[in-house]
């Protein structure tokens, strides 16, 4: 871990990072399960500026009060909200104010060995989405989210048993499905947005082919997605819930015709 002065800190265990928020040890050291509330406040003076972390962080936000810096923007993140990051990748810094209420779940890859679970993740694209493309839950998703995050709780602060670890699995498990579902219920329910992307989409590409620039290379989905700024997952994932075709494949129809 590099020191805070460095301005770039990466985290290659869980323990490090309780220890940068002056947290106590986690109660297991593959997974922890921390809830800033009240009682036990977001200590803003302790949090380090860091951009790679060794393990997966899941935020789900229960209460905020104003805005939320990530990286170098700040979001309204709302009640409900749920940001998510997987090992290895770029984050940015994130302040909480000591009325931001939230669970931060840190899941370290080796927790999974074994596990056909991490091979779902991957195919999660949530985990690759930016911050402006958060999960936001409905009142009925988020009891609904809220009563699987206390049964994980309850489990962490029981100790350690041989069931330990298939428990805790088996609701990570159950969580991310539940994400997966509510994330397409959000493309759904914002599809005149998703429709305005979909139209700026094809703008581009038509402007990409009109122009002749097929000698520069096909147009890829990262320069799609720089050039509407979002992610490449969540443009994909989008394009899938409105048309049935992932970026490359839309891409590859456009050429056709």
């Given amino acids: 871990m590099k020191r805070k002065d460095d301005q770039l800190i990466r985290f290659i265990s869980i323990s490090e990072s309780h220890q940068a928020f002056g947290l106590p040890a986690p109660q297991h050291p593959l997974i922890s399960l921390v809830h800033f509330n009240e009682s036990n406040p977001f200590n803003t003076e302790m949090a380090p500026i860091y951009d790679v972390l060794s393990f997966y962080k899941i935020t789900f936000i229960t209460k905020n009060s104003g805005k939320l ?67 936001h839950l409905s009142d009925k998703e988020k ?45 759904i329910t914002r599809k005149a947005v998703n429709s305005d992307i979909l139209e700026k989409t094809e703008s581009i590409l038509d402007d990409y082919l009109n122009q002749k620039t097929l000698h520069l290379g096909v147009p890829t989905v990262q320069y799609l997605s720089d050039q509407l700024n979002i992610s490449p997952g969540y443009l994909s994932d989008m394009l899938r819930s409105l048309i049935g075709k992932n970026t490359k494949q839309y891409i590859h129809e456009k050429l056709i015709d």
């Fill in 69 to 135: 810096k990530y990286g170098q923007g700040y979001y309204d993140f709302n009640e409900g909200s749920m940001l998510f990051f997987a090992p290895n990748q770029l984050v940015g810094t994130t302040e909480y104010n000591s009325g931001t209420y939230c669970y931060l779940l840190l899941i370290h890859p080796d927790f999974l060995l074994g596990h056909p679970l991490p091979k779902k993740m991957k195919q999660y694209g949530y985990f690759s989405y930016s911050s402006n493309e958060a999960l």
């Fill in 143 to 187: 009891a609904i989210m809220l009563s699987v995050y206390q049964i994980m709780q309850q489990e962490l602060n029981n100790g350690v048993d041989e069931f330990s670890q298939e428990v805790m699995i088996a609701q990570i498990e159950l969580m991310l499905s539940y994400v997966n579902r509510f994330y397409k219920r959000q493309f």
